[in-house]
């Protein structure tokens, strides 16, 4: 039609986007699209039905998303939905609509999580303020790097990650 369709937070309307300030967005493969914010959380938009689901993060709560600012996302090759935050990694179960928090105790080397990348080996690769971290998706554990192991900077940038044709990962820091 060559018209937009503007979708927005409206104070008056529940069935409405939690924030209008975005930070990541994803296309899923059932052909959700998922919206990060930078105060309200994780939301999920149906095109096909317009509605929203609203994923809040609540401290108290710890079957929630770890935090509100979202930085990050990625669908892995087994069709599960990672969420970076700026206070944590976050596994999401579909059957449950709940969150598996992961954080430097559970060994990654910093919380505020940039950008997340799978390799061609099925372990995702997470860019934080403290270095990579690789997280095996069938042995459940971290290998995190830093500048002792060649980094640019053990500080990356949001959304600054991709994955190359022939599976060479690329990562953007403060120092290139």
């Not at 079957?63 to 990694?89: C, H, I, K, P, Q």
């Not at 990654?108 to 971290?133: C, K, M």
């Amino acid at each position: 039609t060559g018209k937009f369709t503007r979708y927005l937070h409206s104070d008056k309307d529940k069935g409405s986007l939690s924030s209008s300030t975005l930070t990541t967005m994803l296309v899923d493969s059932s052909g959700f699209v998922w919206l990060g914010t930078m105060s309200r959380g994780l939301e999920r938009f149906d095109p096909l039905t317009e509605q929203v689901a609203h994923f809040p993060s609540n401290p108290d709560d710890p079957n929630t998303l770890s935090d509100g600012y979202v930085l990050s996302l990625r669908e892995d090759s087994s069709g599960t939905l990672w969420v970076g935050t700026a206070a944590g990694l976050n596994r999401f179960d579909r059957a449950s609509g709940t969150f598996r928090r992961f954080y430097t105790k559970d060994g990654l080397p910093n919380d505020f999580i940039y950008a997340l990348v799978e390799d061609d080996q099925h372990r995702l690769w997470i860019s934080t303020n403290q270095g990579l971290s690789r997280y095996d998706l069938q042995t459940g554990r971290f290998k995190n790097f830093d500048v002792g192991d060649g980094l640019q900077s053990n500080e990356f940038n949001m959304s600054a990650a991709c994955k190359g044709r022939n599976g060479e990962l690329f990562f953007g820091g403060i120092e290139g």
